[in-house]
Protein backbone atom coordinates (compact mmCIF):
# COMPACT_ATOMS: atom_id res chain seq x y z
CA UNK A 1 0.00 0.00 0.00
CA UNK A 2 1.06 3.17 -0.93
CA UNK A 3 1.57 6.14 2.24
CA UNK A 4 3.16 9.41 2.70
CA UNK A 5 4.89 10.90 5.79
CA UNK A 6 4.90 14.57 6.22
CA UNK A 7 6.85 15.06 9.91
CA UNK A 8 6.05 18.24 10.92
CA UNK A 9 2.80 19.44 11.48
CA UNK A 10 4.07 23.03 11.55
CA UNK A 11 6.59 25.08 10.89
CA UNK A 12 7.39 28.82 11.46
CA UNK A 13 9.66 30.26 9.14
CA UNK A 14 10.80 34.47 9.24
CA UNK A 15 10.25 36.38 5.93
CA UNK A 16 13.53 36.05 3.60
CA UNK A 17 14.49 32.46 5.47
CA UNK A 18 15.05 29.59 3.73
CA UNK A 19 12.51 26.57 4.31
CA UNK A 20 12.64 23.09 3.89
CA UNK A 21 9.09 20.91 4.03
CA UNK A 22 10.38 16.96 4.41
CA UNK A 23 8.13 14.12 2.70
CA UNK A 24 8.60 10.53 2.80
CA UNK A 25 6.67 8.49 0.53
CA UNK A 26 6.44 4.38 0.74
CA UNK A 27 5.65 2.85 -3.23
CA UNK A 28 6.06 -0.68 -3.92
CA UNK A 29 7.16 0.53 -7.73
CA UNK A 30 8.83 3.80 -9.60
CA UNK A 31 6.42 6.86 -7.54
CA UNK A 32 5.52 9.83 -9.13
CA UNK A 33 5.12 12.69 -6.74
CA UNK A 34 3.57 15.89 -6.36
CA UNK A 35 3.46 18.80 -3.54
CA UNK A 36 0.46 20.96 -3.51
CA UNK A 37 0.00 23.99 -1.75
CA UNK A 38 -3.92 25.14 -0.08
CA UNK A 39 -3.33 28.63 0.93
CA UNK A 40 -6.46 30.09 3.70
CA UNK A 41 -9.97 29.51 2.22
CA UNK A 42 -8.62 28.02 -1.08
CA UNK A 43 -8.39 25.09 -2.78
CA UNK A 44 -5.27 23.19 -3.89
CA UNK A 45 -2.86 24.32 -6.40
CA UNK A 46 -0.12 21.90 -7.76
CA UNK A 47 3.78 23.27 -7.43
CA UNK A 48 5.48 20.32 -8.84
CA UNK A 49 5.81 17.26 -9.69
CA UNK A 50 7.80 14.54 -10.58
CA UNK A 51 7.62 11.74 -12.97
CA UNK A 52 11.08 10.72 -14.13
CA UNK A 53 14.39 12.05 -14.88
CA UNK A 54 16.43 14.92 -13.46
CA UNK A 55 15.72 14.09 -10.11
CA UNK A 56 15.85 18.12 -9.09
CA UNK A 57 12.49 19.53 -9.76
CA UNK A 58 11.64 23.20 -10.24
CA UNK A 59 8.42 24.53 -9.71
CA UNK A 60 5.93 27.19 -9.23
CA UNK A 61 6.42 30.18 -6.83
CA UNK A 62 10.26 29.70 -6.61
CA UNK A 63 9.80 26.44 -5.19
CA UNK A 64 11.62 23.24 -6.04
CA UNK A 65 12.09 19.38 -4.35
CA UNK A 66 14.66 16.93 -4.80
CA UNK A 67 13.77 13.57 -5.65
CA UNK A 68 15.80 10.97 -3.56
CA UNK A 69 15.18 7.27 -3.95
CA UNK A 70 17.60 5.75 -1.81
CA UNK A 71 15.66 7.37 1.23
CA UNK A 72 12.13 7.52 0.13
CA UNK A 73 12.12 11.12 0.20
CA UNK A 74 10.80 14.14 -1.66
CA UNK A 75 11.65 17.53 0.29
CA UNK A 76 10.59 20.65 -0.98
CA UNK A 77 12.91 24.16 -0.47
CA UNK A 78 12.62 27.68 -1.24
CA UNK A 79 15.22 29.83 -0.78
CA UNK A 80 13.59 32.80 0.42
CA UNK A 81 10.23 32.53 2.07
CA UNK A 82 7.69 35.62 1.48
CA UNK A 83 4.78 36.82 3.83
CA UNK A 84 2.32 34.88 1.14
CA UNK A 85 4.26 31.67 1.32
CA UNK A 86 1.77 31.19 4.91
CA UNK A 87 -0.41 28.42 3.96
CA UNK A 88 -0.71 24.32 4.51
CA UNK A 89 1.27 22.21 1.93
CA UNK A 90 0.83 18.41 1.12
CA UNK A 91 2.84 16.14 -0.35
CA UNK A 92 1.34 13.13 -2.58
CA UNK A 93 2.02 9.75 -4.57
CA UNK A 94 0.89 7.95 -7.30
CA UNK A 95 2.15 5.46 -10.18
CA UNK A 96 1.64 4.23 -13.01
CA UNK A 97 0.42 0.61 -10.73
CA UNK A 98 -1.74 2.76 -8.74
CA UNK A 99 -3.65 4.24 -11.93
CA UNK A 100 -5.56 7.67 -11.01
CA UNK A 101 -5.29 7.52 -7.35
CA UNK A 102 -3.26 9.76 -5.35
CA UNK A 103 -2.03 9.30 -1.38
CA UNK A 104 -1.79 12.32 0.81
CA UNK A 105 0.60 13.13 3.70
CA UNK A 106 -0.80 15.10 6.77
CA UNK A 107 -0.07 18.42 5.68
CA UNK A 108 2.64 20.73 7.13
CA UNK A 109 0.99 24.72 8.31
CA UNK A 110 3.79 26.77 7.41
CA UNK A 111 3.50 30.26 9.81
CA UNK A 112 5.51 33.23 8.13
CA UNK A 113 6.80 35.69 10.73
CA UNK A 114 7.63 39.19 9.49
CA UNK B 1 -11.20 28.15 -18.20
CA UNK B 2 -10.68 24.80 -16.94
CA UNK B 3 -11.81 24.05 -13.56
CA UNK B 4 -13.23 22.16 -11.41
CA UNK B 5 -16.63 23.90 -9.85
CA UNK B 6 -18.26 22.77 -6.47
CA UNK B 7 -21.71 24.01 -4.93
CA UNK B 8 -22.08 25.16 -2.09
CA UNK B 9 -18.85 26.46 -0.34
CA UNK B 10 -20.09 26.24 3.12
CA UNK B 11 -22.97 24.09 4.54
CA UNK B 12 -24.59 23.69 8.08
CA UNK B 13 -27.02 21.33 8.78
CA UNK B 14 -28.00 19.17 11.37
CA UNK B 15 -27.76 15.48 12.16
CA UNK B 16 -29.83 12.82 9.84
CA UNK B 17 -30.75 15.97 6.74
CA UNK B 18 -30.18 14.75 3.76
CA UNK B 19 -27.69 16.77 1.68
CA UNK B 20 -26.01 16.86 -1.86
CA UNK B 21 -23.16 18.50 -2.53
CA UNK B 22 -22.75 18.94 -6.62
CA UNK B 23 -19.09 18.88 -8.10
CA UNK B 24 -18.84 19.78 -11.89
CA UNK B 25 -15.66 20.15 -14.13
CA UNK B 26 -15.30 21.34 -17.67
CA UNK B 27 -11.92 20.08 -18.99
CA UNK B 28 -13.66 16.61 -20.21
CA UNK B 29 -11.80 14.55 -17.86
CA UNK B 30 -12.87 10.73 -17.25
CA UNK B 31 -11.73 10.55 -14.19
CA UNK B 32 -13.30 12.20 -10.87
CA UNK B 33 -12.97 11.59 -7.38
CA UNK B 34 -13.79 13.11 -4.11
CA UNK B 35 -11.90 13.71 -0.93
CA UNK B 36 -12.59 15.11 2.60
CA UNK B 37 -9.53 16.64 4.59
CA UNK B 38 -9.45 16.84 8.22
CA UNK B 39 -6.43 18.07 10.60
CA UNK B 40 -3.30 16.51 10.52
CA UNK B 41 -5.13 13.26 8.17
CA UNK B 42 -4.29 15.27 5.02
CA UNK B 43 -6.53 13.76 2.39
CA UNK B 44 -8.51 10.69 1.80
CA UNK B 45 -10.46 9.68 -0.70
CA UNK B 46 -13.92 8.94 -0.36
CA UNK B 47 -15.15 7.63 -3.71
CA UNK B 48 -13.67 7.66 -7.41
CA UNK B 49 -15.32 7.66 -10.57
CA UNK B 50 -13.03 6.25 -13.97
CA UNK B 51 -15.93 6.91 -16.37
CA UNK B 52 -19.79 7.55 -16.55
CA UNK B 53 -21.78 5.18 -14.28
CA UNK B 54 -18.42 3.35 -12.81
CA UNK B 55 -17.79 4.22 -9.62
CA UNK B 56 -15.82 2.55 -6.66
CA UNK B 57 -15.31 3.28 -3.07
CA UNK B 58 -12.17 5.01 -1.49
CA UNK B 59 -10.18 5.08 1.57
CA UNK B 60 -13.18 6.07 3.71
CA UNK B 61 -16.53 5.35 1.55
CA UNK B 62 -19.28 4.81 5.07
CA UNK B 63 -22.11 7.29 4.82
CA UNK B 64 -21.39 8.65 1.70
CA UNK B 65 -22.82 7.74 -1.98
CA UNK B 66 -22.23 8.87 -5.29
CA UNK B 67 -23.22 8.86 -8.89
CA UNK B 68 -22.03 9.60 -12.69
CA UNK B 69 -24.70 9.75 -14.80
CA UNK B 70 -22.88 12.38 -17.02
CA UNK B 71 -19.30 12.79 -17.77
CA UNK B 72 -18.50 16.54 -15.94
CA UNK B 73 -21.14 16.46 -12.75
CA UNK B 74 -19.75 14.02 -10.09
CA UNK B 75 -22.06 14.66 -7.02
CA UNK B 76 -21.61 13.54 -3.46
CA UNK B 77 -24.33 12.64 -1.47
CA UNK B 78 -24.78 12.28 2.64
CA UNK B 79 -28.02 10.19 2.70
CA UNK B 80 -28.12 10.86 6.70
CA UNK B 81 -25.20 13.41 8.10
CA UNK B 82 -24.07 12.80 11.27
CA UNK B 83 -21.50 15.26 13.09
CA UNK B 84 -18.05 13.07 12.38
CA UNK B 85 -18.85 13.85 8.89
CA UNK B 86 -18.00 17.82 9.84
CA UNK B 87 -14.85 18.06 7.57
CA UNK B 88 -13.75 20.06 4.44
CA UNK B 89 -14.79 17.90 0.96
CA UNK B 90 -12.80 18.60 -2.20
CA UNK B 91 -13.47 17.58 -5.62
CA UNK B 92 -10.64 16.61 -7.91
CA UNK B 93 -10.99 15.07 -11.78
CA UNK B 94 -8.31 14.34 -14.21
CA UNK B 95 -7.29 12.55 -17.35
CA UNK B 96 -7.68 8.47 -18.18
CA UNK B 97 -5.07 7.86 -20.28
CA UNK B 98 -2.00 5.93 -21.46
CA UNK B 99 -0.08 8.65 -20.49
CA UNK B 100 0.95 8.64 -17.29
CA UNK B 101 1.93 12.55 -16.50
CA UNK B 102 -1.39 13.69 -17.58
CA UNK B 103 -3.70 11.23 -15.88
CA UNK B 104 -1.56 12.02 -12.54
CA UNK B 105 -2.27 15.25 -11.87
CA UNK B 106 -5.47 16.33 -10.78
CA UNK B 107 -7.17 19.15 -10.47
CA UNK B 108 -9.02 20.57 -7.25
CA UNK B 109 -11.97 22.29 -6.19
CA UNK B 110 -12.39 24.97 -4.08
CA UNK B 111 -13.81 22.90 -1.13
CA UNK B 112 -16.89 22.92 0.52
CA UNK B 113 -16.85 23.19 4.14
CA UNK B 114 -19.56 21.08 6.05
CA UNK B 115 -20.81 21.05 9.84
CA UNK B 116 -23.34 18.74 10.86
CA UNK B 117 -24.52 19.87 13.96
Known amino acids: AQSVTQPDIHITVSEGASLELRCNYS??????LFWYVQSPGQGLQLLLK??????LVQGIKGFEAEFKRSQSSFNLRKPSVHWSDAAEYFC????????????FGGGTRVLVKP | EAQVTQNPRYLITVTGKKLTVTCSQNMNHEYMSWYRQDPGLGLRQIYY???????DKGDVPEGYKVSRKEKRNFPLILESPSPNQTSLYFC????????????????FGAGTRLSVL
Open chain 2, 92 to 107: ASSFVGAEPSAKNIQY
Open chain 2, 49 to 55: SMNVEVT
Open chain 1, 92 to 103: AVGGRAAGNKLT
Open chain 1, 50 to 55: YFSGDT
Open chain 1, 27 to 32: YGATPY
